[in-house]
Structures are given as C-alpha cells and as structure tokens.
C-alpha cells in the first residue's frame, strides 16, 4: 500500500513512544509501590507493540493495531491488558481508513487510553496544530459542567470531574496548556483511572506520540 505524503508510519510512532519509556523505566518502577515493575512492563510492552506493528509494515492500520493487540494480549502484566484493549479498539475505529495521518491521529491517541470522548470538531488542514486544538477541545470538553452526569460511551460524572482537576491543577502548578491538556485526557481515560503510576506512563506515552506525530508532519 503506496504511502501519501502526510502518513504516519506506525513503526516509528511507538518506537519513539517505546524509546520514551525506556528513558523513564526507573521512575515508572519507583512510581509502582507495589510490584516495582511498571516501568518494565510498559517498556517491553511498546517494544511488542513496535515489533508487531513492523510484522505487518505496509497493512492497512487497522490490521497492524490488531495485530499488535493479539500480540500484546498474551502477556500478563495489566498494564499490557489494558493497552492491547486500547490497540483493539484503535483497530476498530481505523477500519476502512488507508492511513494514519496528523488530521485523524487523535482518534489513535484517545482510543490507545481507552477514552470514549468524542473530539471536537477541528479544521480540515493537516499539522500539529490541528491535533493540539484537538487535545485542547477534548481537554475543555473534560471540564463540562456538573449537569452533564454521563458522558458519551460510559464516561460518568466522576471521570469528567477528574480529567477537569487534573487540568486546572496542571495549569495551577504553573504547566501549560498542553501539559494541561495531556493530564487531563489520560485522566479521563481507562489508563488514568486504572492508578496513579499508569497515569505517570500514560502521560508519557501522550507526550511522545504528540512529538512524533509532529516532528512526522513537518517532513
């Protein structure tokens, strides 16, 4: 399958995410109180998922993030249940779409955590810019008012709540609006409501797709 010239090569979006991880595998571990592996887990699940995505270079993406959930389901840590549940969904939102690209990228990120919310609508021009309007919206839409009670697909009250704190104590804390954004979409998500140190990697994992979904756009 020919790639067009906006296309994002999944290989290399979740090898920069697996590199990032790698990078933070000491402070994911101190952040697991409890098993003291969570960085590792994390690590050799982006490197599986990297690895399974390379077996089907060339695919259409929804065969890849399908491929990468089978794979990444057969391990045991919960972290990689619950990411091999966000790949099979990625898979089923990107069904009969050729390519992932900047201008659908975003439907990747929040389907990657587990998160229903629905995006807000955004420009048809392909860029960065794009995708970071489209955190914000999806950051502004976890700060809905009290009287909407469920959100769409299950998102209750508590999780919309939560993705709201996490913004406005991000952006109390001096962070910025895309810092802001990120905290509050992995809190929203079934990876940041799962605990606190998988909200720490989820964070991460936010950030390095975001960098490389750009750094990939200006080429």
Known sequence: MPQQPNALDLVNLFQAVANTLATNRQSLNQ??????????NMVQAFQLITQAMQQKKGAAPAAQL?????????QKSGSAQLYAQGLAKAADKFKGQSQVTPDNAMMLVQALLGSDQPLPSQPQQSGAGDLLGA?????????????QSQGSDGLGMDDLLNAGMAFLNTKAQGGSNL????????????VGSSSAHRSQSGALVVNALLQAISAMSRK
């Open 31 to 40: 952040a697991d109180t409890y098993n003291h592996d969570h960085g590792d």
């Open 66 to 74: 399908s491929h990468a959930s089978k794979v990444l389901g057969q």
């Open 135 to 147: 955190l914000l919206g999806a950051a502004t839409q976890a700060q809905a008012p009290a009287a």
């Open 179 to 190: 810092e802001a954004a990120i905290n509050a979409l992995v809190q929203g998500s079934a």
